[in-house]
């Protein structure tokens, strides 16, 4: 079972949908970070969070610590957010992260 | 600010030879990160260095892949010799904390062996 679980693997959607990714895991972190990727391979930052919740324009980010579990919402979808999404977690104990596989969302026109 | 360059960004290689990656962090950043993305995967770390000192290289399969950082800066990762299955796209990132903090990644070299 891999450290970092991500769900679903594949989502497409409707242009204008609201989407959620999930992502669980299993160690204890210091923090847990949201990275969009696009074809190309070119990876970008989109949060760092180690509780609550965080909000850049459509993209909400939240953490529940107890649960180990945290959710990558994108409210009125557009078609330039399809990109794979990459859930990484910064384990208490050193800092390197690892990382899920990815969830490949395609948004739809 | 400049971000993570990393060069060259694709590269096609034979079984056997050998390969060099370079990268350059973003000024000031202590913390330099190689990672391994095989196709389908997530990144796997292969070596973190702080300044130009090794600090976690357990992943990196030493009998064919060494790097450095010699001046603290800028590193090369190498691959001597390459196999099929390293085709992948090895991603450095550099962060200006030593652990924990946002890591800010290159584009990538996307290599792939014939």
């Known amino acids: 079972k891999n450290e970092v679980e991500q769900s679903p693997q594949n989502l497409t959607a409707q242009e204008g949908e609201f989407i959620t990714i999930n992502c669980s895991y299993s160690?204890?972190?210091?923090?847990l970070h949201w990275l969009q990727q696009h074809p190309g391979g070119g990876i970008v930052s989109l949060f760092m969070l180690s509780s609550g919740k965080k909000k850049h324009g459509r993209l909400i980010a939240t953490i529940n610590i107890q649960e180990k579990h945290s959710s990558l919402h994108i409210t009125a979808s557009h078609p330039r957010d399809s990109a794979v999404y990459i859930c990484?977690?910064?384990?208490?104990?050193?800092?390197?992260?690892?990382f899920g596989e990815g969830t490949q969302l395609t948004v739809n026109p | 600010e400049a971000g993570v360059a990393q060069s060259p960004r694709y590269k096609i290689i034979e079984k056997r030879q050998s390969v060099a990656f370079w990268c350059n962090p973003i000024?000031?950043?202590?913390?330099l990160y190689w990672y391994q993305q095989i196709l389908g995967q997530g990144p796997k770390l292969l070596i973190q260095f702080q300044n130009n000192g090794v600090v976690d290289d357990s992943q990196l399969p030493k009998d064919r892949f060494s790097a450095e950082r010699l001046k603290g800066v800028d590193s090369t990762l190498k691959i001597q010799p390459a196999k099929l299955e390293d085709s992948a796209v090895y991603l450095c990132?550099?962060?200006?904390?030593?652990?924990?903090?946002?890591?800010?990644f290159g584009p990538g070299t996307r290599l792939t062996v014939t």
């Open positions: 990132a550099s962060s200006p904390l030593p652990r924990g903090g946002e890591q800010y």
């Open positions: 000024s000031g950043h202590a913390t």
């Open positions: 160690v204890g972190i210091s923090a």
């Open positions: 990484a977690v910064a384990v208490t104990s050193g800092s390197r992260l690892t």
